[in-house]
């Protein structure tokens, strides 16, 4: 079973540039989700997703980023335009379903902001 | 809120012996879940371990089991036999059926050959 797939796996951009992320989940997981990790901690939730509706994204910085997942499927994650404190690894994770169930994740984005 | 604390920062072992990694949580629900990711350098997210918390019988997986307290909130992961491929981060994490997944600070564990 292929697991879930982000890319690109590495971005180096300027600052006020604009940078987009990709994240296919596991077949048949109707839950996605966008976390930021950030050296030395743990990650944190961006924005969750059942099929295609949005179920939280009260951490999103929603004046940069934005988020979509058209057709229940694949996502894409916009920073527009980025700031230093961006630079961060970005993990899509996906689940089957209700809360409790258990979350696979991507290898990652790591963004750098210079 | 839900709160998930690794109070240790690193921890070290040698190669074929026994670690503890301690993990302590604050929660008001009575139905939720807690977990165990590693995170080697390659940065992906593994599941290591699973726990229901109205389960009583502690989770093992393979070379993994945990110590669930539910009264003390306490949840640490024993490695037993570790091996160099081990090394890596380690967070524990918790969500219930109505919060989302909220992750530890980590620990990062070194194995010593």
């Known amino acids: 079973e292929a697991g879930v797939a982000q890319s690109p796996r590495y971005k180096i951009i300027e600052k006020r540039q604009s940078v987009a992320f990709w994240c296919n989940p596991i077949s048949g997981h109707a839950t996605l989700y966008w976390y930021q990790q950030i050296l030395g901690q743990g990650p944190k939730l961006l924005i969750q997703?059942?099929?295609?509706?949005?179920?939280?994204d009260s951490q999103l910085p929603k004046d940069r980023f934005s988020a979509e997942r058209l057709k229940g499927v694949d996502s894409t994650l916009k920073i527009q335009p980025a700031k230093l404190e961006d630079s961060a690894v970005y993990l899509c994770?996906?689940?089957?379903?209700?809360?409790?169930?258990?979350?696979?994740f991507g290898p990652g984005t790591r963004l750098t902001v210079l | 809120a839900q709160t998930v604390t690794q109070s240790q920062p690193e921890m070290s072992v040698q190669e074929a012996e026994t670690v503890t990694l301690s993990c302590t949580y604050d929660t008001s629900e009575s139905d939720y879940y807690l977990f165990w990711y590693k995170q080697p350098p390659s940065r992906q997210m593994i599941l290591v371990i699973r726990q229901e918390a109205y389960k009583q019988q502690n989770a093992t997986e393979n070379r993994f089991s945990v110590n669930f307290q539910k009264a003390a909130k306490s949840f640490s992961l024993k490695i037993s036999d570790s091996q160099l491929g081990d090394a890596a981060m380690y967070f524990c994490a918790y969500t219930g059926a109505n919060s989302k997944l909220t992750f530890g600070k980590g620990i990062t564990l070194s194995v010593r050959p």
């Open positions: 997703f059942q099929n295609n509706g949005v179920v939280d």
């Open positions: 994770a996906s689940s089957l379903g209700f809360p409790t169930d258990t979350q696979y």
